[in-house]
């Protein structure tokens, strides 16, 4: 396939301390595997960005030299890291100025809630990780419990492995379904997981409710953090 007439598209991908690698690796690949972008990772520095499974991604911009106008705007979620980025004006800022304009507004997992307290969300259905999804009602967000979900431009994907759909989903909107045809086939994206437990519903009561406990405090201080949030756009 040529690349399509005119500049590349300008693709920026928000990379913070302790995100999860997979929420932003995933979507990058489908993205990257496109004729005619450019696809920036974006950071407050140039230093290696630590993960929460130990491993580090590699910035190619800092916020000062993020491109001011781009096509796409992606974050991706993570714990620790997404209550820190939720509190962090400097990634708020940059995340607010850039989606202001952006043709398209993305996250994975609990990229939404960073999305949200930049005030990006207000009015939008939108989705997150299942744990922390009532969060999105705290930055005026209409919560739906979908893989992807689509609203006017802004476009939302469940946790983690979820944002490997974003991304063709994302190549669809960008290129149209016969190319996004051969990006699926480029990864061999035909999912055949060794057990059905990847939501709530599939993994049964026992795992859903071991997870919620677990993550109860975490969902809490994401709530806060978009509490704070919400009075820079209130």
């Known amino acids: 396939m040529a690349a399509p007439a005119g500049p590349p598209l300008q ?19 489908m993205l990257a595997s496109l004729l005619g972008v450019e696809v920036h990772v974006v950071a407050a520095s140039r230093d290696p ?12 911009r800092t916020f000062a030299e993020c491109p001011p106008e781009v096509d796409v705007l992606f974050v991706g979620g993570g714990a620790t890291g997404t209550v820190e980025a939720m509190r962090d004006p400097d990634l708020l800022d940059l ?16 990229g939404a809630l960073v999305l949200g307290a930049a005030g990006l969300l207000r009015g939008y259905r939108a989705t ?8 999105l009602a705290t930055v005026g967000a209409t919560a739906v419990d979908a893989r992807v979900v689509t609203d006017r431009n802004r476009m939302t994907g469940a946790g983690v492995s979820a944002g490997l759909d974003l991304g063709l989903a994302l190549a669809i909107a960008l290129r149209g379904e ?8 480029n990864a061999e994206y035909a999912p055949a997981p060794p057990l059905d437990a990847g939501s709530p519903a599939s993994a049964g009561v026992d795992a859903t409710s071991m997870l919620q406990a ?3 405090p975490l969902v809490a201080a994401m709530t806060s953090a978009a509490q704070a949030a919400s009075v820079r756009w209130g």
């Open 128 to 135: 997150t990780h299942w744990v922390a999804r009532e969060v």
């Open 95 to 110: 995340v607010a100025s850039r989606g202001a304009g952006a043709r398209w507004v993305t996250s994975v997992c609990t």
């Open 49 to 60: 960005v630590p993960t929460d499974t130990g491993l580090a991604l590699v910035p190619t």
């Open 214 to 216: 677990m993550y109860a």
């Open 178 to 185: 016969a190319y996004a045809r051969a990006v699926a086939l």
């Open 11 to 29: 693709i920026a991908m928000v990379a913070y301390p302790q995100m999860t690698a997979l929420d932003l690796v995933g979507p990058q690949l």
